[in-house]
């Protein structure tokens, strides 16, 4: 798979944060708001939602990467400011969380295989869209955060907690999480937030190398075997509460927005 120019949409399409490429069986989507570091908008979550909801089902790879430096800097903390601001008992970060779990599900229940492609930082809900991916290749240079705690926020978006322990481990995702450090692409692999980490001039090559056998298998049993992976992968989780992440989210924001106010 060569790398192609992504097609330009329509003025006025409602994907208005993305750019889309289909070549053959395999769909790229861009998270394409790069002047921004491609943060996670409503109007973002609403735009991916409707590429997966659309999705052709002849599609067997779908393929997730970012436009400009980094793939995703994480949540916008303005829009945040404004969700607060129009209603102080965060109900509109309650509505944006649920629209958060709803694409991280989308990703991962997949009937396509889902590919992160990383380049750059991943910040907060950007670890979140990369990790509810099945196969994760990231450039050299790519890095992960959690920042959340210092931003006085709870690790609550899209399911990512309940993910992450059970790809990266308790005991590695604690410290993670608690310090906020940043991980680099080759620790990040060793942790398997990434499984392969190659050159940022070789992410294309790494993409289409997973690509070019999965578009060859036949789709019923690929289905079945991606559905298979979720549901064993999912009862390793004792107990997955990612449903309450926008309730926790809402509940904290708003709090500490209110304890702001009273002083």
Do not use: Y
């Not at 779990?101 to 990369?130: D, Q, S």
């Not at 006085?152 to 308790?170: D, H, M």
């Amino acid at each position: 798979m060569t790398a192609l120019p992504l097609e330009t949409l329509p003025a006025g399409a409602v994907r208005r944060t993305l750019r889309t490429h289909r070549e053959g069986p395999v769909l790229t989507v861009e998270l394409n708001t790069p002047d921004q570091g491609n943060t996670v908008t409503d109007a973002l979550l609403d735009d991916l939602l409707a590429v997966l909801q659309d999705q052709d089902p002849a599609v067997r790879v779908l393929v997730l990467t970012g436009s400009g430096d980094d793939f995703c800097l994480g949540g916008d903390r303005g829009e945040f400011a404004r969700h607060l601001a129009h209603d102080p008992t965060g109900g509109g970060i309650r509505v944006s969380g649920t629209k958060a779990r709803r694409v991280c599900e989308a990703l991962t229940g997949n009937p396509a295989v889902t590919i992160a492609r990383v380049h750059g930082k991943a910040v907060g809900a950007g670890v979140a869209l990369a990790l509810a991916c099945d196969l994760r290749v990231g450039s050299e240079d790519a890095t992960f955060r959690l920042p959340e705690l210092a931003l006085g926020l709870p690790t609550a978006w899209g399911g990512l907690l309940p993910r992450l322990i059970s790809e990266v481990g308790a005991a590695r995702v604690r410290e993670i999480v608690l310090t906020g450090r940043i991980v680099t692409a080759a620790e990040a692999q060793s942790l398997s937030l990434l499984q392969k980490v190659v050159p940022a001039h070789e992410l294309d090559a790494a993409v289409a190398e997973w690509a070019r056998p999965v578009v060859r298998r036949p789709p019923a049993a690929l289905r079945v075997t991606k559905a298979l992976l979720n549901s064993l992968s999912a009862a390793s989780r004792l107990a997955d509460v990612s449903v309450l992440d926008p309730e926790l989210m809402a509940a904290v924001v708003s709090e500490a927005h209110h304890d702001r106010g009273a002083t």
